[in-house]
């Protein structure tokens, strides 16, 4: 094999699974249990596989100029074959990163809530509340409490995209969430008062998302929870003012 050969070599199947079973390994010595560093990487996969179907979807339907017809049309059929086959791929990839949920095939369902699902939560709330908010003295300290009250509204696939969901939620509403922050968040007037005490933990953007989006399910396990009733109620009241 010559040099250009060398550098052009693709990773083969070997090797693929050598990768995975050293990080598997590595993330097992730092405690991490082996189903989830298993949904883990699996989701990585699974995403990976995702962005590659839109990128071919949106690079491929460049076809190259004074072809023809009938070579555009077969470039076209061919992107289409690659990106389809690319979709199910990325959606066997899912379905394999979630299998051990049984929400998977049951949509209504919503399982037990594990611990590296908090904390993919915590990784993706935490970016979001400071880009409208600084960090608070008054953080309440109940990361995990709330955001398995969150996550218990949603089933294996959902949680497993709820990243995206944030993001996109944040970026429709940010004027609002601006100004809600700026009113009860840290350095606001009302500051000190307990009512709106969440609104000073990176938490509260993904409660207002759920607000937003599936409230009955929120106050289900928010009272299964036992959390304080009178934070979910001042989230409600300053998602609900008048912008």
Known sequence: MDAVDEGRQELDAVSVRNAKQTLLQLLGRAGVFSGDAEELIGLVEAGALAVAHQEVGVTGRG????????????????????????????????????ASDPSDDAPDARPPVRRMQVERAKAAVVPLYLSFTAVSDLDPDVSEQVL????????????????????????????????????????????????????????????????????????EEWDAAELPPAWLEGLTTAWGSPV
């Open 148 to 219: 398995t009250a969150v996550l218990g509204t949603m089933n294996s696939r959902q949680r497993a995209g709820y990243a995206g969901r944030l993001a996109e939620f944040a970026s429709a509403h940010r004027a609002r969430l601006e100004r809600l922050y700026a009113q009860y968040g840290p350095g606001s007037t009302v500051a000190v008062h307990g009512r709106y005490s969440l609104v000073h933990s990176p938490t509260s953007v993904a409660v207002l998302e759920r607000l937003a989006t599936a409230p009955s399910a929120l106050r």
């Open 63 to 98: 076809v190259p100029t004074g072809k023809g017809a009938l070579y555009e049309a077969g470039w076209l059929d061919g992107v289409q074959v690659v990106t389809d086959e690319l979709g199910g791929l990325a959606e066997r990839a899912l379905r394999r990163a979630v």
